[in-house]
């Protein structure tokens, strides 16, 4: 629990996360209370000094619990909305205390009384808009964090290149490895001419049961000090209909070759006290997925050992996350065997995955994916999830591996 506080509360004004208590006691506690359970004809909510009662305040009370939980949010994950948003808020309180009061006292007396209790918000919103660049997006700077090299596993398409252009990007030289060595080529050529930073090329079949011991053998002359376990492979039909070598194949991709990887490289990262690990897990690892059951569990583990990690390695300076994307734009779906649909940009997972790494052990692309995962965990019993994930993916799997 004292982690967990720490994490909250680190690099942020004590006045900050002042507000952002008031605003998570709102959001969780007193909103709910007076939505739910306040007598309608006791109500009242106040908006720009007006006062609203009865079914009015009721009606009125949903955007402002709605604020208050945006609000949490926002201080939180430090968006940058919420450079304006929290000074525009703190002023338009300021401004109905105000108001309020001055109406309350009435005359001359008024308009000076009524300053008195809003100097405090009006201190408030000089702080906030102050502090507008606490909220800036932060550069990367994985170099600074990590060291010099980078290793980028499943990098000659899709999350994979993606990640491996925007870990170059921000200055870190990349190994780039995969099966397909003319794709790496190209890409290799790319990097280095559009971020004039270092590239190695290291061909590797994880697949195959020796195939991340070559991998390290390989990079065993550099320091990596971010690994990226971004290969992976999937296999969608009904689970007597696929075969069994090629289930092997995707649990040895999925779950070996990452936790041998991680286990090999971690090593030195603590040596040096720095260090990053990235898994691409799944939004599919959240539950189980009939018609996609095997690579559904692999990224169940790669969700879970990511995120034990994460607890595990923090105090040695050791950043772990989970990458968490649901259908992403890459040729994940053809190579699985799957009816085509769509699905996110490989650009914005792999942004969301850098800017996240040493903000949290996991994270979901997307709020769509984020809502669904969340309401089947919390909302629905197994069972009825899982029929539920059946019917869902049986509209993406060809009617012959059913």
């Not at 009662?53 to 939980?69: Q, R, S």
């Not at 599919?284 to 595990?312: C, I, M």
Request: hydrophobic letters at 50%; one cysteine or more; a neutral charge.
């Amino acid at each position: 629990m004292r982690e967990w506080l720490y994490d909250v509360f680190r690099e942020r004004p004590w006045w900050m996360s002042a507000t952002m208590v008031f605003c998570a006691f709102m959001a969780f506690i007193y909103m709910p209370w007076d939505i739910f359970w306040k007598p309608v004809a006791e109500d009242q909510e106040v908006w720009f000094g007006i006062l609203f009662t009865g079914f009015w305040a009721k009606v009125l009370a949903l955007p402002h619990w709605f604020i208050y939980c945006a609000a949490v949010y926002g201080f939180r994950r430090r968006r940058p909305w919420m450079a304006f948003w929290a000074a525009a808020y703190t002023a338009q309180v300021a401004f109905g205390i105000y108001l309020w009061t001055a109406i309350e006292t009435g005359g001359f007396s008024g308009i000076i009384v009524g300053l008195f209790p809003a100097i405090p918000f009006i201190g408030l919103t000089y702080a906030f808009w102050n502090s507008r660049d606490y909220f800036s997006p932060k550069p990367l700077s994985l170099t600074a964090r990590y060291g010099g090299w980078a290793l980028v596993t499943g990098a000659s398409s899709g999350i994979g290149a993606s990640l491996a252009r925007q870990i170059a990007a921000d200055g870190m030289n990349v190994v780039l490895s995969a099966r397909r060595q003319d794709r790496l080529e190209a890409l290799s050529t790319e990097i280095e001419r559009n971020f004039e930073v270092k590239t190695q090329i290291a061909v590797a079949d994880l697949s195959e049961p020796d195939g991340a011991q070559k991998l390290l053998a390989a990079v065993s002359h550099l320091e990596i000090g971010l690994l990226v376990n971004n290969a992976g492979l999937g296999y969608a039909g009904r689970f007597d209909l696929l075969d069994g070598e090629r289930l092997r194949q995707l649990v040895t991709v999925n779950c070996e070759a990452p936790l041998v990887l991680t286990h090999a490289l971690v090593r030195g990262m603590r040596e040096r006290g720095r260090g990053g690990v990235i898994f691409t897990g799944s939004v599919a690892g959240r539950q189980s997925l009939p018609l996609h059951a095997v690579y559904s569990a692999t990224k169940a583990f790669d969700n879970f050992l990511a995120e034990a990690l994460w607890a595990e390695l923090r105090a040695s300076n050791i950043d772990v996350l989970s990458l968490e994307p649901g259908s992403t734009e890459t040729e994940f779906q053809e190579v699985a065997g799957e009816i085509a649909h769509s699905g996110q940009s490989a650009d914005e997972v792999a942004a969301l995955g850098l800017r996240s790494l040493g903000q949290q052990p996991s994270v979901i692309a997307g709020w769509r994916n984020w809502s669904r995962a969340n309401l089947v965990s919390r909302g629905l019993t197994r069972p009825i999830a899982v029929l539920g994930a059946n019917a869902y993916m049986s509209k993406q799997t060809p009617e012959h591996l059913r």
